[in-house]
């Protein structure tokens, strides 16, 4: 036995995504429901070797439905998530609402799993931030080893962690580079972003963090351990799809790099390519459409006593968002649902 699912934002970037990962992984769904704005009420997506027509969201009747996968942003999550959690139906989570309600758990299945339980006090169980869900896979098996003291990352994140328009602006940016008669101003983003950098990503905090930074900094102690810490900058750069990261890690106790790279080998959704030579790491368009976080560049930091520095790539859409969701919705019917 099965069960109902909902994907709500089923016509945008991670919507579609959520939809593939779920007929891929063979999810046990014995009916599935799409949903959208209004707008797009009708429109046709794939599901496996199905057609399905979208529904509006805001006259969905949750009511019998298990699950809802949602991808619609802030603004409408606040409004139909709990109606959807009123209603009997779980809610899995892919805004950043409420990842830091002490009432909901924000789960990355490979490393803190257990905490779904929480899930009962909302009906809501939170999806994380995608630069932090990659980092914190890597990062777990280690600090289960030698107890992370403290952290300085700086990312290189795609621009479709910014939806379609983030793709679009890129796509259509670099077309009029090489015909200037077209000239396509940032609206997305703050600056131009093809053949460019952009060392903000959200709005700018107070102390000089963005909240990208900040979601980081907070997510990571959530998940993982408070007594984390952890300083990052997020940047922005030209490529469709794939995050990376330059991560450093100091330890508590001292972690030899061959020693790292065998736990990470054996670290569930890990996948280590860590070759010295030309071309021995993985760079973002090696990950599209893989499950995996990559770890490549394991190596000693000398200037501390106990420290490694790593490279990490992972599929953005995949493990930051989508197939993160569907994982926890595995996890979620295996402990807790336990249907059939």
Avoid at 93 to 111: A, K, T
Avoid at 246 to 261: K, S
């Amino acid at each position: 036995m099965g069960y109902k699912v909902v994907v709500a934002g089923a016509t945008g970037n991670v919507g579609r995504e959520m939809l593939n990962i779920l007929a891929e992984r063979e999810f046990p769904v014995d009916q599935i429901a799409v949903l959208a704005s209004r707008r797009s009420l009708g429109t046709e997506v794939s599901f496996g070797d199905k057609t399905l027509k979208v529904q509006d969201l805001a006259t969905f009747d949750f009511t019998g439905w298990d699950i809802a996968l949602f991808a619609v942003g802030s603004g409408p999550t606040k409004e139909f998530a709990p109606k959807a959690a009123k209603s009997g139906c779980v809610v899995i989570d892919n805004s950043s609402l409420y990842r830091y309600d002490s009432d909901v758990p924000l789960i990355v299945p490979e490393v803190n799993a257990a905490a779904i339980h929480g899930y009962a006090k909302k009906n809501i169980i939170a999806n994380p931030n995608c630069s932090t869900a990659q980092m914190v896979v890597a990062l777990k098996p280690l600090h289960d080893r030698a107890r992370i003291k403290r952290v300085v990352v700086s990312t290189y994140q795609a621009v479709s962690g910014a939806g379609k328009e983030g793709a679009d602006e890129l796509w259509d940016q670099t077309k009029s580079i090489y015909n200037p008669v077209t000239e396509v101003p940032p609206k997305k983003f703050q600056k131009q972003i093809a053949f460019n950098v952009i060392p903000q990503i959200d709005v700018f905090m107070e102390d000089g963090s963005t909240k990208e930074e900040w979601k980081m900094v907070v997510e990571t102690k959530k998940i993982m351990d408070p007594g984390i810490k952890l300083t990052a900058t997020c940047v922005r750069v030209p490529v469709f799809v794939g995050h990376c990261e330059a991560i450093n890690v100091e330890f508590e106790d001292f972690l030899d790099e061959d020693e790292a790279r065998d736990i990470l080998r054996e670290a569930p959704g890990c996948m280590v390519i860590d070759k010295r030579e030309d071309g021995g790491y993985v760079s973002p368009v090696e990950c599209v459409g893989d499950f995996a976080t990559f770890i490549s560049r394991i190596r000693q930091d000398s200037t501390i006593d106990n420290g490694l520095n790593l490279w990490v790539v992972s599929d953005n859409l995949r493990k930051g968002a989508a197939l993160n969701a569907v994982q926890i919705a595995e996890v979620l019917g295996r402990d807790c649902l336990k249907k059939g």
